[in-house]
Nanobody
Framework: QVQLVESGGGLVQAGGSLRLSCQAS????????MGWYRQAPGKEREFVGE????????YSSDSVKGRFTVSRDYARSTLYLQVNGLKPEDAAIYYC???????????WGQGTQVTVSS
């Protein structure tokens, strides 16, 4: 099964940028649709964006569209989330998700914290 490790979170000022990474190991990276979710204190985990196993399908939630970009590097088995124009409401723990193509089995990373100061 795949293991996922996120990194790149931190404290940034409103309007700033970060690049979150999710290193995948233990499974063929191309077999998984990959996504980002986030969870703020007291709120449910919500979808942020995803990219298909082939890279041809990229989707983002309306709340981040135009500011966040999902991408993947097959050579590095890494998923990225470029976050620009951060707002205080973007503060959350960001989780990487891998869904095994054709099976629906999901795996999660441990999360990386993003804090936004206003």
């Amino acid at each position: 099964q795949v293991q996922l490790v996120e990194s790149g979170g931190g404290l940034v000022q409103a309007g700033g940028s970060l690049r979150l990474s999710c290193q995948a190991s233990g499974g063929p990276f191309r077999s998984y649709d990959m996504g980002w979710y986030r969870q703020a204190p007291g709120k449910e985990r919500e979808f942020v964006g995803e990219i298909s196993w082939s890279g041809s399908g990229i989707y983002s939630s309306d709340s981040v569209k135009g500011r966040f970009t999902v991408s993947r590097d097959y050579a590095r088995s890494t998923l990225y989330l470029q976050v620009n124009g951060l707002k205080p409401e973007d503060a959350a723990i960001y989780y990487c998700n891998a869904t095994l193509r054709g099976a629906g089995v999901q795996y999660w990373g441990q999360g990386t914290q993003v804090t936004v100061s206003s």
